[in-house]
């Protein structure tokens, strides 16, 4: 079984930075797409961003400039670096992957993704 563990959420005021983290197994780390994903309250989940070996990594338009994925080969860690956070980027942030060859790009929809975590809240004031 996947498991995917988030931590570094928390509150933050307009214009801070945020570093979110996501443990897994190298067995997954090393065979999967691998994103993050948003769900704030009454709205849809919402794709962040995706990384996979051996191609660019994909970040949402509308993030783009503030977002960042990364991956820790050496210890398993996905990262997301979010700078000049607002209140609307307010939401759950889920770490989530799917098993897929390498050098292709990560699908930005929800249904391949088969494994979650459990989430770690992010809250921005004004």
């Known amino acids: 079984q996947v498991q995917l563990v988030e931590s570094g959420g928390g509150s933050v005021q307009a214009g801070g930075s945020l570093r979110l983290s996501c443990t897994t197994s190298a067995y997954t780390f090393s065979r999967s797409c691998m994103g993050w994903w948003r769900q704030a309250p009454g709205k849809e989940r919402e794709w962040v961003a995706s990384t996979n070996r051996g191609y660019p990594t994909t970040v949402a338009d509308t993030l783009q400039g503030r977002f960042s994925i990364s991956r820790d080969k050496a210890e398993n860690i996905l990262y997301l670096q979010m700078d000049r956070l607002k209140p609307e980027d307010s939401a759950t942030y889920y770490c989530?992957?799917?098993?897929?060859?390498?050098?292709?790009?990560?699908?930005?929809?929800?249904?391949?993704?088969?494994?979650w975590g459990q989430g770690t809240q992010v809250t921005v004031s004004a």
């Open positions: 989530a992957a799917y098993s897929v060859t390498p050098s292709v790009v990560c699908s930005r929809f929800i249904g391949p993704y088969d494994a």
